[in-house]
């Protein structure tokens, strides 16, 4: 009786939806932050990574069209928007379910509770700090460059999102994809898992730390 | 390390006796060799506080009765030797998740047995077939070891107590509940499809639910494979959606 999607299908379509969801944002995150780092390789590098994001090569003045961006972080929000919902089926959002899972925490010592709870808290944070940053690029598209980048990152106090951003959503995405791995089954043995976990790690560390160089080459760019 | 004097913190309530507040009760005994939190506790029961509630049938890890919450970790009280503890100091609590009987004793086999009955946790046999007077099929000798993997659950309820997602919704079947249903997947002689089993744990009560904590996996004092198990039922559960 395959293919047959009624009512009762619907906590499996989410559940793939959920991890298929993560998945892709994840690895959206992790190819955006390495074209925004080329900032490291000097302004040049950086212009023609934002030109090439803009198809100038399509266009005959070689402007490009920044729409392309703004179409992107709208493309980026939905799919958030779509990971959040499902989401929600999981978060304790009632009173009765938070303390439940305090007293749990508080009684009970397992660190993998811990981590998901860690995931819990840093999705809340990315939800309300991913919209203003998708809000603050989609309607300025052209302004995306060394110096525009600069200008909304240290002229007019964007670091105060995109640090705590940064932090957070490394974590969770991280943390995330181990989970993915996890509940599919991609871990046959206890080892694995383990290794599994330090990989998860590694990135988090490795790219808050490529975040945060990237943020501070802006610096010398900001417009006085 | 006998002679040593261990301290124990253990939880104290009985809901049956009028106006009992919970509460946390400091006892000492000394360490004797080869001294399990079992002995332990039937030592302080004997000698110093006869009302002190607790359960245990076999003391060797296969009743599953005697499941508590030692230093934070959930298992079983017979097979933990004090000497595991360098600072000497044993906190008890009774298992989360379930209804208290009193102190460190919870009705774990109320929870089992309606946990059985809405999973109908027992074979099925293929094509309704209830003759008793019928050979069954030959079995496999891997499928046989297989099944005998995830026989080896005692009911004692730690991975329920160990799942945060469990506590959070009461009516999440648990590990415990898609262990066996995963056993009764795997053997050939149930007549039950993976439609049939979509219909009884593809929600969000059931696999769709777990979220991979693996509070059961990493406290189960059995070491069944739950991370494989879920894993594998979440894909078959998924694959009956294509
Ligand atoms: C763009 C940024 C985001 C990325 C890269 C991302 C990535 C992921 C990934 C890979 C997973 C694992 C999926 C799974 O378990 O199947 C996940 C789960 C989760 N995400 Fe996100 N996510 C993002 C945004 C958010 C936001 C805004 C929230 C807001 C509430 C959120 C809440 C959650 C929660 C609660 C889970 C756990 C679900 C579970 O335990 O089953 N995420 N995320
Ligand atoms: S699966 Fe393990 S932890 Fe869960 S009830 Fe069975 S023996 Fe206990
Ligand atoms: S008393 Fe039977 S398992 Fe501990």
């Known amino acids: ?224 | 390390m006998s002679g040593r004097i261990l301290t124990f913190n253990i939880f104290r309530y009985d809901p049956q006796e009028p106006g009992d507040k919970p509460k946390m009760v400091q006892y000492q005994l000394a360490e004797t060799s080869g001294m399990t939190v079992f002995i332990a506790l039937n030592r302080l029961r004997q000698e110093q506080d006869p009302s002190l509630q607790f359960d245990f049938v076999c003391r060797a890890g296969i009743c599953g009765s005697c499941a508590m919450v030692i230093n934070g970790f959930p298992t079983l009280a017979c097979r933990t030797l004090t000497a595991k503890y360098p600072k000497g100091e044993i906190t008890l609590m009774p298992l989360p998740g379930f209804e208290l009987i009193g102190d460190l004793s919870v009705n774990t086999g109320k929870f089992m047995r309606e946990l059985a009955e809405r999973l109908q946790l027992w074979l099925h046999p293929k094509g309704g077939d209830m003759d008793i007077h019928r050979l069954e099929d030959p079995m496999a000798p891997e499928e046989a070891a297989k099944l005998y993997e995830l026989e080896r659950c005692v009911e004692c309820g730690v991975c329920v107590s160990a799942c945060a997602t469990k506590q959070m919704r009461d009516t999440f079947v648990g590990a415990v509940g898609m262990m066996k249903i995963a056993r009764f997947e795997l053997d050939s002689r149930d007549g039950r499809s993976a439609d049939d089993f979509y219909h009884v744990i593809g929600n969000q009560d059931g696999v769709f639910g777990c979220m991979t904590l693996l509070g059961c996996q990493d406290n189960c004092p059995k070491d069944l494979p739950h991370m494989q198990q879920i894993a594998y039922l979440r894909r078959k559960m998924a694959s009956t959606l294509l």
């Open chain 1, 1 to 224: 009786m395959a293919g047959k999607l009624d009512i009762r299908r619907w906590s499996g379509v989410l559940d793939v939806g959920q991890s298929l969801s993560g998945v892709v944002l994840a690895l959206f995150l992790w190819t955006h932050l390495l074209l925004v780092s080329s900032i490291l390789l000097g302004p040049e590098a950086m212009s023609w990574v934002a030109r090439n994001m803009e198809l100038a090569f399509l266009s005959d003045d070689g402007h490009g069209y920044p729409w392309v961006v703004s179409l992107i972080a709208i493309g980026v929000g939905l799919l958030a928007a779509f990971h959040v919902l499902v989401a929600l089926h999981k978060l304790p959002l009632s009173l009765r379910q938070q303390k439940a899972l305090k007293s749990q925490m508080q009684v009970i010592n397992h660190s993998d509770t811990r981590l998901w709870s860690w995931q819990a808290g840093t999705g809340i944070v990315i939800l309300l700090l991913l919209p203003v940053h998708l809000w603050l690029v989609g309607s300025a598209p052209e302004t995306i460059g060394p110096v525009g980048s600069a200008q909304r990152i240290w002229g007019e106090y964007g670091y105060l999102i995109y640090l705590p951003l940064l932090l957070t959503v490394e974590l969770h995405a991280a943390i995330g994809l181990y989970r993915v791995a996890l509940k599919w089954g991609a871990a046959r043995d206890l080892n694995t898992r383990a290794r599994l976990r330090t990989i998860k790690t590694v990135l988090s560390v490795l790219f808050v730390g490529i975040g945060l160089a990237a943020l501070l080459a802006f610096l010398p760019h900001t417009p006085a």
